[in-house]
């Protein structure tokens, strides 16, 4: 399998990060880039990219443009690009996107679903 290869993500570059000691439960939505380091309850909605860090533990559905995990989920993903699971990532729900990147060592307890989505939001079948 290969590996993933994907730049380290610059926090400075990013509007909002969400520190490893915050404990958030709630809707987040967004239209920037996000990273999350700390522990998020609920649903996360982005017109942007969302990286989870190694630390970060989610449970939450997710809607965005590209994720990248490198941390634990529980809940399903659905980005309009691509989803990207690193080697520290534990993802525990169904990830949908038209391109899928996995790094050896990944865990994906789930189904995954790649297709493109229509101009509607819908994935084409």
Do not use: H
Not at 27 to 33: S, V, W
Not at 59 to 65: H, K, T, V
Not at 85 to 105: N, Q, R
Request: glycine share 8%.
């Amino acid at each position: 399998m290969t590996e993933v290869q994907i730049s380290a993500i610059d926090e400075e570059q990013l509007d909002t990060v969400i520190a490893s000691d915050v404990e958030f439960e709630g809707t987040i939505t967004m239209k920037k880039p996000l990273m999350i380091k700390g522990r998020i309850k609920g649903s996360l909605s982005s017109e942007s990219e969302l990286y989870i860090d190694e630390g970060a533990r989610i449970e939450a559905d997710i809607q965005a443009l590209v994720v990248s995990v490198k941390g634990g989920v529980q809940g399903n993903i659905v980005a309009r690009e691509r989803i990207d699971l690193f080697s520290t990532s534990v993802v525990v729900g169904d990830i949908a996107a038209p391109k899928v990147t996995m790094e050896t060592g990944c865990r994906l307890n789930g189904t995954c679903r790649m297709a493109p989505f229509d101009d509607d939001g819908s994935q084409v079948v």
